[in-house]
């Protein structure tokens, strides 16, 4: 079965320093993995994605990830946390091709302190 | 980027009506609508996976009865509770993979979500 984690529920960071939101994945065939925001009362956001290529995928407002095969994890950074990032995040993997149905984890969500 | 608006945002009804939520895109065509429901700080439960011109597929545990869905254009799919009761009461958001661009690289748009409260 396919499966994504993201073990921690809630993570809190002061404004200005590093984040990083986790997610490791189990999955039977090549993943594709993105990273999603998403608001209170609202839809999610696109945030990032690894289909193919480097490991390091830049995406918007400052995020990146690292695709890690051997430790099936990838990882949601920000050099330098924003009030404003405080929402929930949900990490997803598709399977075999990023056109299959998405596998999403149980979400984190991030709060950044003043 | 690509947009795609759910409609409504809120729906409160009374128990035994039915409700019916729409989801466009708006700017590019959807071969393929999912509809997800999201309990309170909970993750997203895909419902059902509908692809344009034929019948929607559901994933298991889904009464396929209780929520209908019709994906009849390219641009707009239907969720329809039917005979609501509370334990419906959760919020729905759709997302689409259209063509495009982006449909090579699997990004999903998602709507902006409906509330559905069931008196």
């Known amino acids: 079965a396919q499966s994504v984690a993201q073990p921690e529920d809630q993570v809190n960071v002061a404004e200005g320093n590093p984040l990083t939101v986790k997610c490791t994945y189990s999955v039977s065939g090549n993943p594709y993995l993105f990273w999603y925001v998403q608001y209170p009362n609202r839809g999610l956001q696109f945030l990032l994605k690894?289909?193919?290529?480097?490991?390091l995928v830049k995406g918007s407002y400052g995020f990146e990830a690292e695709f890690n095969k051997s430790q099936t994890s990838f990882h949601l950074k920000k050099p330098s946390a924003l009030v404003s990032d405080s929402a929930l995040y949900f990490c997803?993997?598709?399977?075999?091709?990023?056109?299959?149905?998405?596998?999403f984890g149980s979400g984190t969500k991030l709060n950044v302190k003043p | 980027g690509a947009v795609v608006s759910q409609h409504p945002s809120w729906v409160i009804c009374k128990s035994g009506t039915s409700v019916k939520i729409e989801c466009r895109s708006l700017d590019f065509q959807a071969t393929t609508m999912f509809w997800y429901r999201q309990f309170p700080k909970q993750s997203l439960m895909l419902m059902a996976t509908s692809n344009e011109g034929s019948k929607a597929t559901y994933e298991q545990g889904v009464e396929k009865d209780k929520f209908l869905i019709n994906h009849a254009s390219l641009t707009l799919s239907t969720l329809t509770v039917t005979s609501a009761h509370p334990e419906d009461s959760s919020f729905y958001i759709c997302?689409?993979?259209?063509?495009?661009?982006?449909?090579?690289?699997?990004?999903?748009?998602f709507g902006e979500g409906s509330r559905l409260t069931v008196l």
């Open positions: 997302s689409a993979r259209g063509t495009g661009t982006r449909e090579d690289t699997g990004e999903l748009f």
């Open positions: 690894y289909i193919t290529g480097d490991n």
């Open positions: 997803a993997v598709s399977v075999e091709t990023p056109k299959n149905k998405f596998y």
